[in-house]
Structures are given as C-alpha cells and as structure tokens.
C-alpha cells in the first residue's frame, strides 16, 4: 500500500494542472498533509486484511477541503499534538507536520471507519482580501 | 555526491537512506545532497536525511543539501530542522571547506 501514495500525489498532480488558480504554497502544504495523514494510516492504521480508503478533495472558492476516510484502527487524538521530538529523532513528525501545514484537521470514528477532514484556507485570497480591504 | 528527482516520500526515503549508509561505508562520509530536482519532501524524506547525517557524523562526516525548493524549505522550517540541515545555495558552496 504505500505505493497508493504516488497515486494520491499524482491526483493531486492532476489539480494543478486543473486548477491553474490555487496558489502552488497552497496546494503543497496541503499536499503535505494529505501526505502525511496517509503515512499515518498506512503505518499505523493495521486492519485485517489491509486499509482500504477513500480520498476526496474540493476545491472550494477560499479554501481546499479534503475527506479521507480509511478501514484502519482508531486514531490517537491529536487536539493535544505539540512537537516534542529529538532534533535527530528520524520519525514522530509526521501527524504534527499536517497539523501545522493546515487551518483545521477534524477527526470522527464511527462504527469500524476513521473520517478525516483536511482544511487549508486559501491564503491567496486572503491576501487579496486584506489588500483591496473587503 | 546524490542528486535525487521526483518525490522524496514514503516509497522513496528507504532508497536515499541506503544509498547514503553505502557511500559512508565506502569511505566517502561527506555527502552532498542535491535536491534540485526534488519537488516534493514529507516527513520520512526528513528521516531518511536525519539518518544520513547521523551516520555520515559516525564516519567522520557530515551531511549537507542543497537545492531546495519552496515546500521543502517550508517542511524544514515548521519542523525547525533548517538549523540542522542547513539548505547551501548550490553543490558548491555545499562543499565549502571539504
């Protein structure tokens, strides 16, 4: 499975091309989490008979929405997540990285099923916004 | 001296940390690598550096990189591992002082 990465990047590859008009810092960070929550279910999330997920984004006006939703055990909770480890720590940074890279990270377990919600607010529009003072 | 391309992600750090271990093992612990034509490191991309510096320090070493783009600056900065791998501004001033 974790080669379904590159196909999840190569999705998200596709959106650039796409969608000329999301900003790249905006849509790399959000890569970056998209990433890195993946990681953490491919790694952590162990089922029988392997993970199966679902990812899908929308692109909305100010904000890039994504909705993974996987088969993997329960997520630790991660509203407490601060980054603690070891400069030379060669892994751990990965949940705290996502959590940094987006604006809001909502997770849900219901029945046998993990839904998470990836938000990052478009920054380029805010930008334009503080500009023109709408 | 490793110049890598593409994504420096999960399916790909294990590859970078092995090509490092076996340079420093071959007796070449000052090792260069160029991200230019990386577009895209996550958090086991870090690891696999963090690893390559510690083992090249082990042989009497260093670690250094140089080419990065936009994300991976960011990646280092949120992750505060600029300081540790310090991006050079090209393969030669890498080598500085080698």
């Given at each position: 499975?974790?080669?379904?990465?590159?196909?999840?990047?190569?999705?998200?590859?596709?959106?650039?091309?796409?969608?000329?008009?999301?900003?790249?810092?905006?849509?790399?960070?959000?890569?970056?989490?998209?990433?890195?929550?993946?990681?953490?279910?491919?790694?952590?999330?162990?089922?029988?008979?392997?993970?199966?997920?679902?990812?899908?984004?929308?692109?909305?006006?100010?904000?890039?929405?994504?909705?993974?939703?996987?088969?993997?055990?329960?997520?630790?909770?991660?509203?407490?997540?601060?980054?603690?480890?070891?400069?030379?720590?060669?892994?751990?940074?990965?949940?705290?990285?996502?959590?940094?890279?987006?604006?809001?990270?909502?997770?849900?377990?219901?029945?046998?099923?993990?839904?998470?919600?990836?938000?990052?607010?478009?920054?380029?529009?805010?930008?334009?916004?503080?500009?023109?003072?709408? | 001296?490793?110049?890598?391309?593409?994504?420096?992600?999960?399916?790909?750090?294990?590859?970078?940390?092995?090509?490092?271990?076996?340079?420093?093992?071959?007796?070449?612990?000052?090792?260069?690598?160029?991200?230019?034509?990386?577009?895209?490191?996550?958090?086991?991309?870090?690891?696999?550096?963090?690893?390559?510096?510690?083992?090249?320090?082990?042989?009497?070493?260093?670690?250094?990189?140089?080419?990065?783009?936009?994300?991976?600056?960011?990646?280092?900065?949120?992750?505060?591992?600029?300081?540790?791998?310090?991006?050079?501004?090209?393969?030669e001033a890498a080598k500085d002082g080698w």
């Open positions: 499975m974790p080669e379904s990465i590159d196909r999840l990047q190569n999705l998200l590859a596709q959106v650039r091309v796409d969608h000329p008009d999301i900003e790249e810092t905006d849509l790399s960070m959000f890569e970056t989490a998209v990433v890195e929550i993946h990681g953490n279910v491919v790694e952590h999330g162990t089922a029988p008979g392997g993970v199966v997920y679902a990812f899908e984004l929308e692109g909305r006006s100010d904000r890039l929405v994504g909705m993974l939703a996987d088969t993997g055990s329960a997520a630790p909770d991660l509203s407490q997540l601060h980054q603690s480890v070891d400069e030379m720590a060669e892994s751990g940074r990965g949940l705290w990285l996502a959590k940094a890279t987006l604006d809001e990270l909502g997770y849900a377990r219901i029945g046998n099923r993990n839904t998470r919600k990836l938000v990052r607010t478009r920054r380029d529009l805010t930008a334009l916004r503080a500009g023109t003072g709408a | 001296m490793l110049r890598l391309d593409g994504r420096l992600n999960l399916v790909s750090a294990p590859r970078l940390k092995v090509a490092i271990d076996q340079a420093v093992d071959r007796g070449r612990p000052r090792v260069v690598v160029d991200l230019g034509a990386v577009s895209f490191m996550d958090s086991s991309g870090l690891g696999a550096l963090i690893a390559g510096l510690k083992k090249a320090r082990q042989g009497g070493g260093d670690l250094r990189i140089t080419g990065v783009n936009q994300q991976v600056a960011t990646v280092l900065q949120l992750t505060n591992l600029d300081r540790v791998l310090r991006a050079h501004s090209s393969v």
